[in-house]
């Protein structure tokens, strides 16, 4: 069975009541709901973690070799600041791709920039709920 990393990343805990306008009302307990049901009609395992903190990311990337088949990540604001991140992504050497629940080019300019792009297989933004579950989708052909 294949095995595939959910990681959100930081202030993603707040889904529901963060920033509605831009985020939508849907709770992260709701989009983890989804992502486990897609996942069992697609038979495979997944571990879903959220983490405010840039180091404790860092580390689970790093011990995901011979344990996870690709990662999902959102990951939220240290898309755009995080080399530590990106570099744990490309020495995992797993297949990766980005998710965002919002387009980061619709936005303020400091977001238009993400760090983990180059070392993702693939993005996909801008699609709420539905960024994660193609997300998972995209990964699972790659692997399969
Ligand atoms: C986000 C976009 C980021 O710019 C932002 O910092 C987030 C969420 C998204 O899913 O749209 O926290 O990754």
Do not use: C, W
């Not at 992504?89 to 387009?103: F, G, M, R």
């Amino acid at each position: 069975m294949k095995k595939i990393l959910i990681i959100h990343g930081p202030n993603l805990n707040l889904l529901g009541t963060r920033e509605p306008a831009v985020y939508g009302k849907i709770t992260l307990a709701q989009i983890n709901r989804k992502l486990q049901s897609l996942a069992k009609s697609k038979k495979i395992s997944i571990k879903i973690v959220q983490s405010n903190l840039e180091g404790e990311i860092v580390e689970l990337i790093g011990k995901t070799r011979g344990k996870f088949d690709g990662i999902l990540i959102n990951p939220a604001a240290y898309t755009h600041t995080s080399v530590a991140i990106r570099d744990a992504i490309a020495a995992s050497e797993l297949p990766t791709v980005e998710v965002h629940l919002s387009n980061i080019y619709t936005r303020e300019e400091f977001r238009h920039k993400s760090l983990i792009s180059p070392v993702a297989k693939g993005t996909i933004m801008g699609f709420g709920l539905d960024s994660y579950l193609l997300g998972l989708l995209a990964l699972l052909d790659i692997i399969e």
